[in-house]
Every structure is written in structure tokens, then in C-alpha cells.
């Protein structure tokens, strides 16, 4: 059992230093990399979609690159967009992983692109404890999955900067108990901003995209801070605070941390 742990440890701190290395040559060029975490199903394709769309239509330079176990079929919808995207098919493996990352960024992504958003494979266990140069973690549940899930899966939600409720449409079908999933949220990452979203009607539509870009501007963003989570060396600290509004239009200030400029600094 200890030769197990010592061996994930490893595999992590590897991971770790590449990520440090990655984010600190993608912030240097003026490229920010925002990491979507889910479980399948929550719509996190139709939603980046959308915020793929809007930002060419503002003149935004992004890119996507999706991951999956099997098939294109992510990719095809995302490049609807008409922006650049590139499928990541990890053969059966449940995460991405720094390397893999860098492998595939090497001459396909575009030298303007501003914004590279991540979509992980569908998954809240593994892609949580993979650090891959981000400077945006965000992970979303869709209101069809329960309340419980941050508690569920403390590590994801803990260490995310945003939390996006999607399919916010169907939350009165379903019978969706928002005070819990909120208090639930909050119990596992304290003062994370938590937006409801539907890509059917449009609602919250551009919240990820300008967060994005605020965090590119050199916004400070939410610090996750959560008892017990692992820490591998990068901590995932993502040196975040910042104020902003709720999806029920209250503003919320956050202590604020350096920029990621900064934050770079910090864990490279």
C-alpha cells in the first residue's frame, strides 16, 4: 500500500512541475488555459459551444481542445464555433495529464490565441488531482445530478475557481433544492462564485468567456480554500479572489490575491 501512495506521489509531482512549466510559458506569450471539469452528461460541450461562438463573434482569439475516452463527436460540435479545435482521445485513460497536454498544443495551437479552454474528460475523480497549467479551474454540475454532489466529490469542487450550474432550465422539473447544492458548494470551497446557466435558453450565457478574460486582463480571482484536500506540490492554490455577482444579483467581495502574473510566479 505505502509503495502505491509513493508511486501517485511521484506520478502527481511530475505532473506538477510540467504544469508550472506549461502555464508560465502559455502566460508569456499571453495565453490563458481555463480547465472544465464534469461528469458526463452536464452539458459542459453545449455550453462551451456557445461561449466559443460568442467570443468569435467579439473578436476574441480562442481555441478548444476536448478529451474523451472515444470518438470525435465533442470536437465536431465545438468546431461549429468556427474556431480552432483539436480532439485529445486519451485510450481509455480517465484524465488528461500535463504531458499529454503539451503533446498536443505543439504546433497546432494558434500564436495569437488569447483564451485555451479545456474540456476534461467527463469525470470528477481523476481530473481533479491534475494540475494542467491552468489559470482557471471550472467545474460544472448540471442541476439533473443532485444537490449532494460537492460533497460527493469535495476535491473537484474545492479546488475549482468557478462553479457553473448548468441545465438551469429543468431545475423546477427536477425539483432542484438550490439552497443545498449552495450550502454544499460552500462548505467544501468557501466564497466561490456559483452561476446558474442553460445553453437552451441562454441564461448566464458569457459568464465563462468573461471570466476568462478577466482572469487574461490580470483580474485576480477565488482562492480556493479546502480543508483535507490533497496537496501535491501545486496545491492549486490558483492564487484567485475577486468580487463579482451572483446569478441572484448580489455582489460579493473576495480578498484579493496577486494576479497570475503573480500566481505563476508563485508555483513555478
Known amino acids: 500500500m505505502c509503495r502505491t501512495v509513493e508511486l501517485r506521489q511521484a506520478v502527481l509531482a511530475r505532473n506538477d512541475e510540467g504544469a508550472r512549466e506549461l502555464r508560465a510559458r502559455l502566460l508569456a506569450r499571453g495565453t490563458v488555459v481555463v480547465n472544465l471539469l464534469s461528469s458526463p452528461g ?9 461561449e466559443l461562438a460568442l467570443a468569435r463573434e467579439r473578436g476574441i482569439a480562442v481555441a478548444a481542445l476536448t478529451a474523451d475516452l472515444a470518438t470525435e463527436n465533442d470536437a ?3 468546431a461549429r464555433s468556427g474556431v480552432p ?11 488528461l495529464e500535463t504531458e499529454m497536454l503539451t503533446a498536443q498544443l505543439a504546433g497546432w495551437l494558434p500564436r495569437d490565441t ?3 479552454f479545456v474540456e476534461n474528460v467527463g469525470n470528477l475523480v481523476c481530473p481533479a488531482s491534475y ?18 454532489k460537492p460533497l460527493k466529490y469535495p476535491t473537484a ?8 450550474v448548468t441545465k438551469a432550465d429543468l431545475a423546477a422539473a427536477v425539483e432542484f433544492d438550490e439552497a443545498a447544492f449552495l450550502a454544499a458548494v460552500a462548505r467544501v470551497n468557501p466564497g466561490v ?26 483580474a485576480p480571482v477565488h482562492r480556493p480554500v479546502m480543508a483535507g484536500a490533497p496537496q501535491h506540490g501545486h496545491g492549486h492554490g490558483h492564487t484567485h479572489g475577486h468580487s463579482h455577482a451572483h446569478s ?19 508555483r513555478s
Not at 479545435?85 to 484524465?95: E, I, R, S
Not at 469542487?157 to 457553473?164: E, K, Y
Request: charged content about 20%; hydrophobic content about 40%; proline content about 1%.
Open 42 to 50: 452536464s452539458g459542459k460541450t453545449a455550453l462551451l459551444e456557445a
Open 76 to 78: 465536431l460540435r465545438l
Open 85 to 95: 479545435v483539436k480532439q485529445v482521445l486519451t485510450d481509455g485513460l480517465c484524465h
Open 114 to 116: 488569447r483564451l485555451l
Open 131 to 148: 494540475d494542467l497549467g491552468e489559470s482557471l479551474r471550472v467545474v460544472l454540475a448540471s442541476v439533473t445530478e443532485g444537490e449532494d
Open 157 to 164: 469542487f474545492g479546488l475549482a475557481n468557478l462553479v457553473l
Open 193 to 218: 462564485e456559483v452561476v446558474r446557466t442553460s445553453a437552451r435558453t441562454g441564461q448566464g450565457a458569457g459568464t465563462l468567456l468573461e471570466r476568462a478574460c478577466a482572469v487574461l486582463d490580470g
Open 248 to 266: 441572484h444579483g448580489h455582489e460579493h467581495e473576495h480578498g484579493h490575491g496577486p494576479t497570475h502574473a503573480g500566481a505563476a510566479a508563485e
